[in-house]
């Protein structure tokens, strides 16, 4: 079952805290509820976690690079003991106003590395005490890179994921640069006229697709 709501789950419950991570109040509250916690937080995320909680403690305000809206990013948040700040683009970066506090940085994992570094330059130059700890998925970034190199080669992309997840949408942004891209959920969102032109066809799929899926959608592309 999954739930939105903390007051859906019963006292003795097992909660599974899925990978993007929860906050520090929401161990907390399972742990009054007497729930068996199955904490599914991805190790990168929880790395981040550890982070921003002690050097928050340590009197650090914390800036988080990434999108306010996304749970993992509100997770993250959910972890600092003091004062922080979310900056999600190049823009947001040049409208923050600096302060004399000692800072810390950390980044969204499914982050764009280019965007990052753009940032970490500007506020490089606005703040005096700063650390930056780029804690960007190596996964991820390899997934993206390799992702570029094949739409580079190819004469459209088919891009296979939730398109809701954050990591398969910047899959797709990165690839509608160097060709038409098609970013498609399940095998019923995928239309084989859109492809029927194109000679050569790349495939990619979100951190989180499953397997089954993408061999539907391969088998689809092969059978035209």
């Known amino acids: 079952v999954e739930i939105e709501e903390f007051d859906q789950i019963e006292n ?23 729930c068996d916690i199955v ?19 340590k009197g650090y305000d914390v800036i988080v ?5 996304h749970p993992e990013v509100i997770g993250i948040v959910g972890w600092v003991m003091g004062n922080h700040h979310v900056i999600g683009n190049i823009e947001e970066a040049n409208e923050f106003i600096g302060t004399d506090s000692k800072h810390i940085v950390v980044v969204q994992t499914t982050f764009k590395l280019d965007s990052f ?5 500007i506020l490089s130059n606005k703040l005096s005490d700063i650390i930056f700890y780029n ?16 739409a580079k080669r190819v004469d459209a992309m088919i891009v296979v994921g939730g398109k809701k997840s954050s990591n398969t949408k910047k899959l797709a942004e990165l690839c509608s640069v160097h060709c038409p891209t098609f970013l498609v959920e399940t095998i019923e969102d995928l239309d084989l006229k859109n492809i029927e032109g194109y000679d050569s066809i ?7 697709t499953p397997e089954y899926i993408v061999n539907q ?8």
């Open 135 to 150: 804690t960007i998925c190596y996964a991820t970034k390899e997934r993206q890179e390799s992702a570029v190199d094949l």
């Open 65 to 69: 690079i990434g999108d306010k809206n």
């Open 217 to 224: 959608i391969v088998d689809a592309v092969n059978k035209i």
């Open 12 to 34: 003795g419950d097992t909660v599974i805290i899925r990978s993007h991570g929860l906050g520090e109040k929401y161990y907390i509250l399972l742990q009054e509820k007497n």
């Open 117 to 121: 570094e753009k940032i970490k330059e």
């Open 202 to 208: 790349g495939l990619v799929a979100g951190a989180s």
């Open 39 to 57: 904490d599914a937080t991805c190790p990168f995320v929880k790395k981040i976690q550890n982070i921003v909680f002690e050097s928050s403690e």
